[in-house]
T-cell receptor, first 113, second 112 residues
């Protein structure tokens, strides 16, 4: 398996623009996690899906953030409108079940100017 | 709320040393604890996962121990090598949840 795939790897955008981050989990994994990593706050969980259903989105900062998982092999994290404080590395991770080893993607480095 | 602390924040050692990284957590009612490695500009790679019923796990030169009663875990790296240079993070999954809490990590440099 190719592991967790994320795209794009890097994104530079201007404040106010819409940003869409994409994730393909490992085939057969039923749990998917979106994280954000910054120097100030470390690694924070944004949202957790189980069997394509959002279970916990308490980490989503505000209404500008939304996430979907239309099927078992694809998820998106959207920021609209983006702000400079959204600049961070966004990771997607998947696991066989919710409490097993998580496999992380390479991340998307987002810079909002 | 579970809090996870890793000490030291940074460590620089000469090649060949045995070293210990520490992770402490405030709530002992955990489901499991994981140690991850993160290389610069990369994602996290799972190293070891310890279930709450276990005391330790070993993989090659790595050994992780868990003491729930004291809220501590250690990652022991034997005969360190320059290739071990990375940031090491621990993550604790509470007993009643599925969402891990991550520490801020220990940045390790092993110099030749």
């Amino acid at each position: 398996d190719a592991g967790v795939i994320q795209s794009p790897r890097h994104e530079v955008t201007e404040m106010g623009q819409e940003v869409t981050l994409r994730c393909k989990p490992i085939s057969g994994h039923n749990s998917l996690f979106w994280y954000r990593q910054t120097m100030m706050r470390g690694l924070e969980l944004l949202i957790y899906f189980n069997n394509n259903v959002p279970i916990d989105d308490s980490g989503m900062p505000e209404d500008r953030f939304s996430a979907k998982m239309p099927n078992a092999s694809f998820s998106t994290l959207k920021i609209q409108p983006s702000e400079p404080r959204d600049s961070a590395v966004y990771f997607c991770a998947s696991s066989l079940t919710s409490r097993e080893t998580q496999y992380f993607g390479p991340g998307t480095r987002l810079l909002v100017l | 709320k579970q809090e996870v602390t890793q000490i030291p924040a940074a460590l620089s050692v000469p090649e060949g040393e045995n070293l210990v990284l520490n992770c402490s957590f405030t709530d002992s009612a955990i489901y499991n604890l994981q140690w991850f490695r993160q290389d610069p500009g990369k994602g996290l790679t799972s190293l070891l996962l310890i279930q709450s019923s276990q005391r330790e796990q070993t993989s090659g030169r790595l050994n992780a121990s868990l003491d729930k009663s004291s809220g501590r875990s250690t990652l022991y790296i034997a005969a360190s090598q320059p290739g071990d240079s990375a940031t090491y993070l621990c993550a604790v999954t509470p007993g009643g949840s599925y969402i891990p809490t991550f520490g801020r990590g220990t940045s390790l440099i092993v110099h030749p």
